[in-house]
């Protein structure tokens, strides 16, 4: 059956130090699952990817995992994915999950996922993509880095603008159903892969 859409979720290849990120990431997972969605993620089977994963595929949902090879033995990637793709670089990863996804969340992470946040949230701004985009803050996770955010914009280096373009909230199913209603109604594009 073809998933009526796909969220990518970025998140942490740890689990962290709070069961509720475990639990937003279940929580998310079975929200794709139960609506008719697919998961792009990283392709791992370690901390919240692959507990976003394990969720998804028990709710019903398809799973899409993309891993760059170095991480392959790393991360333990995911061989009950619906589609594994294994990729040569970090830049391949991230453009094929930009492709394969009509919006983005990130949920706790580290280094890697505050990356691909940025890089994402960038790429719209610049007009690459119009899918929509949201940080779940996860038991205030988020709190200091959107505060570091509003300073930005105080400091003239950010606009209110660019801030409109991330939806940030904190209760899983709610933020995602907002991101699934703001999904553009056209067939996916592929100006992302023109423009990269």
């Given at each position: 059956?073809?998933?009526?859409?796909?969220?990518?979720?970025?998140?942490?290849?740890?689990?962290?130090?709070?069961?509720?990120?475990?639990?937003?990431?279940?929580?998310?997972?079975?929200?794709?699952?139960?609506?008719?969605?697919?998961?792009?993620?990283?392709?791992?089977?370690t901390g919240l990817m692959g507990?976003?994963?394990?969720?998804?595929?028990?709710?019903?949902?398809?799973?899409?995992?993309?891993?760059?090879?170095?991480?392959?033995?790393?991360e333990l990637a995911n061989t009950?994915?619906?589609?594994?793709?294994?990729?040569?670089?970090?830049?391949?990863?991230?453009?094929?999950?930009?492709?394969?996804?009509?919006?983005?969340?990130?949920?706790?992470?580290?280094?890697?996922?505050?990356?691909?946040?940025?890089?994402?949230?960038?790429?719209?701004?610049?007009?690459?993509?119009?899918?929509?985009?949201?940080?779940?803050?996860?038991?205030?996770?988020?709190?200091?880095?959107?505060?570091?955010?509003?300073?930005?914009?105080?400091?003239?280096?950010?606009?209110?603008?660019?801030?409109?373009?991330?939806?940030?909230?904190?209760?899983?199913?709610?933020?995602?159903?907002?991101?699934?209603?703001?999904?553009?109604?056209?067939?996916?594009?592929?100006?992302?892969?023109?423009?990269?």
């Amino acid at each position: 059956m073809t998933p009526e859409f796909s969220i990518c979720v970025y998140c942490g290849s740890r689990p962290g130090e709070r069961p509720e990120y475990a639990a937003a990431a279940i929580a998310a997972g079975q929200w794709i699952g139960h609506n008719g969605g697919q998961l792009v993620y990283g392709g791992g089977r370690t901390g919240l990817m692959g507990t976003v994963a394990e969720a998804t595929r028990a709710a019903g949902g398809r799973v899409v995992g993309i891993i760059p090879k170095a991480l392959v033995d790393k991360e333990l990637a995911n061989t009950l994915c619906d589609e594994l793709h294994i990729v040569d670089t970090m830049h391949e990863r991230k453009a094929m999950m930009g492709e394969r996804a009509d919006a983005f969340v990130a949920l706790p992470g580290g280094i890697g996922t505050f990356e691909e946040l940025f890089e994402i949230w960038t790429w719209r701004q610049l007009g690459y993509h119009d899918k929509p985009t949201g940080i779940l803050n996860v038991a205030g996770y988020y709190d200091t880095m959107l505060a570091f955010l509003a300073h930005g914009v105080r400091e003239g280096f950010m606009s209110d603008w660019q801030m409109s373009l991330v939806q940030t909230g904190t209760d899983t199913h709610a933020l995602l159903a907002a991101l699934r209603a703001e999904v553009p109604q056209h067939p996916r594009d592929d100006r992302l892969a023109e423009n990269l």
